[in-house]
């Protein structure tokens, strides 16, 4: 296994729920990234007077620069100590972009949630388990400079171990997103007073890996240069598993064993 994170990041990553990967992926293919994406929307860099949407959201790319950002060793490397060997899919690709403009206007997306991950079957609109089915961890890849005027994910310290004993009860049929969000602000979880709000900044070619069940938000852009960001899933082989014979937990699970009261 390539050692990437220190043994005090991959213990603050159970504890926090999240650890900043730096330079996963170089400035230049970073650079080389938002050239494409430029294009792809059809806009300008050097033309504010066209960024009329606070946010623009994008699809998958699997073109040679995203290929290599997804796939950089570090990143690998990095997997294997939070997720665990062999317990991850490589995937030679990217998605969920969200470029964020400098405006006036509120973007409509700025509410604290986790994110869900699979469909139900026999239901509509997204799921999540405790054994977090089809996402093994959330990450935030950063392709421009971002700094705390450039609408940085805000995320809630800590906040991934509050979320195993309200899903709990859900079993493995899961939990609807929208209706366990509104479970979470009624428990008063959702946004909690207590929890300190940290910011994913950082230099382009950074990736933020967060636990599946880390809660965050996305912030109005009050800076002055767009932020480029892809925030997909690490797709895993299986699904998380809490009760082992040989004790061999990812800190993914040791982060929920945590939140249950199990570690």
């Known amino acids: 296994m390539s050692t990437v994170l220190s043994p005090q990041q991959v213990e603050g990553f159970v504890t926090d729920g999240f650890v900043r990967v730096e330079g996963a992926f170089s400035p230049e293919l970073a650079a080389e990234c938002r050239e494409f994406l430029w294009k792809e929307m059809g806009l300008d860099p050097d033309d504010p007077a066209g960024w009329t949407r606070p946010v623009v959201r994008l699809g998958g790319y699997g073109q040679e620069p995203f290929r290599r950002a997804a796939t950089s060793g570090r990143l690998h490397g990095a997997f294997d100590q939070l997720v665990g060997e062999g317990r991850w899919r490589p995937q030679p690709w990217l998605s969920s972009f969200a470029i964020r403009f400098p405006h006036p206007d509120d973007p409509g997306d700025v509410g604290w949630h986790l994110d869900a991950s699979f469909t139900q079957e026999g239901e509509q609109g997204l799921w999540l388990n405790l054994a977090s089915r089809g996402r093994a961890l959330l990450m935030l890849f950063l392709f421009s400079d971002v700094d705390e005027a450039n609408a940085p994910t805000r995320i809630k310290v800590g906040s991934h171990l509050d979320v195993p004993r309200q899903l ?54 009050h800076g002055t240069v767009p932020r480029f960001l892809a925030q997909p899933p690490l797709l895993p082989t299986g699904d998380l598993v809490l009760e082992r014979a040989d004790g061999a937990y990812s800190p993914v699970e040791r982060a929920v064993r945590l939140g249950l009261g199990r570690a």
């Open 168 to 221: 709990e009860p859900s079993g493995e049929p899961g939990a609807e997103f929208f209706s366990f969000c509104a479970e979470l602000d009624r428990a008063g979880l959702l946004d909690r007073p207590e929890r300190e709000t940290a910011l994913a900044t950082g230099r382009a070619g950074d990736v933020y890996l967060c636990h599946p069940f880390l809660i965050h938000s996305a912030q109005p852009h």
